[in-house]
């Protein structure tokens, strides 16, 4: 028989839901402590002058995940949120305009690249035979902690067979000659803060789980889907407490026994999972006194993943005839440059490097009548680089918007009449990241796996922690399988 446990969660973002779901499911006494006014986390949804903007996460793959989180409540997802399948999946420009559309069905796909470069398309299907055998190895492991460092160099024989240790831009070069297919068939890991030219290509998984899942958008935007979270979560006798900030994690004998909040009260737990930052959390919420030498060496040695400057804005007018889909990429002409800038030298990016979302292609509930809705997202380095945001964000978003009016939608600027901006130190300063990095810690082959923090602490006993920074990474579907990872081992215990 399972004992009920107190558990105590850190932060309301798909990974504490995860978490949380599951384990308010199996009858134990959860709360998630939230120091935002709104649930979410990096997938808060602001509202503005009758816009919703969803603030982070807005490509939705695997419907399954939620699927499996309703069932267990008895529940079904079709009651709480509607998920509609999108493709394109995405609409990929190069520096010159051209244009390329992701689909999901393969012959449609290679279509559009005989259209471009006719010798790839063979080249192509050997390369998504490959990215398939990648995700057929590999993703069970998505959802499994390495213990040990063995159980990790197990997969390493596969590795060195299929390739995979090369980057995911040598990995494409290597069936692929022209370069903007190269850059088609090697951007998802961008999607999960890494940069195509040094992450292995074991991230190339991605592209079969959106191929075998398919890419979504839930009608409301991605707001909708963690209101629906949160409704079965507290539908399981969850309960979520809004404008609570945790200030530290209790520590008595080396474990976790409770949370402390920013009013000094204290709430005792059996477990602790933290949804927030991983090198931020062991660094502010652990006191200094517990922390091993060990771990804050550790820390500083990993490699943190790039930041973010996204605009929000809706327009008083519909943009029906602009050439973009729901989901849009603009990868730049001098691509190799643009990634050294933002992850190697740090500095203002020489050229662009964005993502553009138009909801309202898809979603008229979320802009006003006769209204457009959009984020553009551009690449940026860290807060370890010496750009001084508050000095440029003025300039560098008018750099962007300038651009999208030039290129996508005329006359911008004077039919915006909503707006909202967030650089590096939104990501530092209000959703905790350290070094202002949005994806956590960078994705790498060194980073990954075992290498990577894990669910459970190692330095303190019934401290979990989910999200972007632990394994198996950053992106939604990881992010979902971390707190997986969390309840089930929370559940062993007590079995």
């Not at 990974?15 to 997938?43: C, F, H, M, Q, W």
């Not at 690249?113 to 398939?132: H, L, Q």
């Not at 945001?389 to 999208?404: A, F, G, K, M, P």
């Amino acid at each position: 028989m399972q004992k009920t446990k107190t558990i105590a969660v850190i932060g309301s973002g798909f990974g504490g839901l995860s978490a949380a779901i599951r384990l308010a499911a199996k009858g134990n006494r959860v709360t998630i402590y939230e120091k935002l006014d709104r649930p979410g986390g990096r997938a808060y949804q602001y509202e503005i002058n009758g816009f919703k903007f969803d603030g982070g996460p807005t490509v939705i793959t695997a419907p399954h995940q939620y699927d499996e989180l309703f069932e267990l409540a008895g529940k079904k997802r079709e009651d709480y949120m509607t998920l509609v399948p999108l493709d394109p999946f995405y609409r990929i420009f190069n520096g010159n305009g051209q244009q390329f559309n992701y689909w999901r069905d393969q012959q449609k796909t290679e279509a559009e690249i005989a259209r471009i470069s006719p010798d790839d398309v063979e080249g192509y299907r050997r390369f998504i035979k490959g990215v398939s055998a990648i995700f057929n190895w590999f993703h069970p492991f998505t959802e499994k902690s390495f213990p040990s460092l063995w159980s990790f160099l197990r997969i390493f024989p596969h590795v060195i067979k299929t390739g995979t240790w090369r980057s995911m831009y040598a990995y494409a070069a290597h069936f692929l000659k022209n370069d903007f297919i190269r850059k088609v068939a090697s951007f998802h890991p961008l999607l999960v803060g890494g940069n195509p030219f040094d992450t292995p290509s074991i991230y190339g998984l991605i592209i079969q789980f959106e191929k075998e899942w398919g890419v979504h958008y839930c009608q409301g935007g991605t707001g909708a889907i963690v209101k629906a979270l949160c409704q079965l979560f507290q539908d399981c006798g969850g309960e979520i407490r809004l404008n609570t900030e945790v200030e530290e994690i209790v520590i008595r004998n080396g474990q976790a026994a409770g949370v402390r909040l920013k009013d000094s009260t204290v709430e005792e737990a059996d477990e602790v999972i933290c949804n927030g930052d991983v090198a931020f959390a062991y660094k502010n919420y652990i006191p200094t006194r517990l922390q091993p030498p060990a771990l804050n060496l550790w820390l500083s040695n990993l490699q943190y993943s790039n930041s973010l400057v996204v605009i929000y804005f809706g327009t008083k007018k519909k943009y029906t005839d602009c050439p973009l889909a729901h989901h849009n990429l603009v990868l730049g002409n001098d691509y190799n440059r643009l990634m050294r800038d933002i992850f190697k030298r740090k500095v203002l990016p020489h050229e662009l490097g964005l993502y553009l979302h138009m909801p309202s292609r898809t979603d008229s509930s979320i802009a006003p009548e006769g209204c457009d809705s959009f984020y553009v997202l551009s690449l940026v380095p860290n807060l370890d680089g010496d750009i001084n945001w508050q000095e440029v964000q003025h300039e560098y978003t008018n750099r962007i918007l300038d651009y999208l009016e030039q290129c996508f939608l005329p006359d911008l600027k004077a039919n915006i009449v909503a707006q909202h901006v967030v650089t590096p130190l939104h990501f530092r300063n209000t959703l905790n990241s350290y070094k202002g990095a949005a994806f956590s810690i960078k994705p790498s082959m060194m980073q990954s796996g075992y290498f990577r923090p894990q669910v459970a602490s190692k330095w303190f006993e019934n401290l979990y922690f989910v999200g972007a920074g632990v394994h198996p990474g950053a992106g939604v579907p990881a992010v979902m399988a971390s707190g997986k990872i969390a309840a089930g081992a929370i559940e062993a215990k007590s079995s």
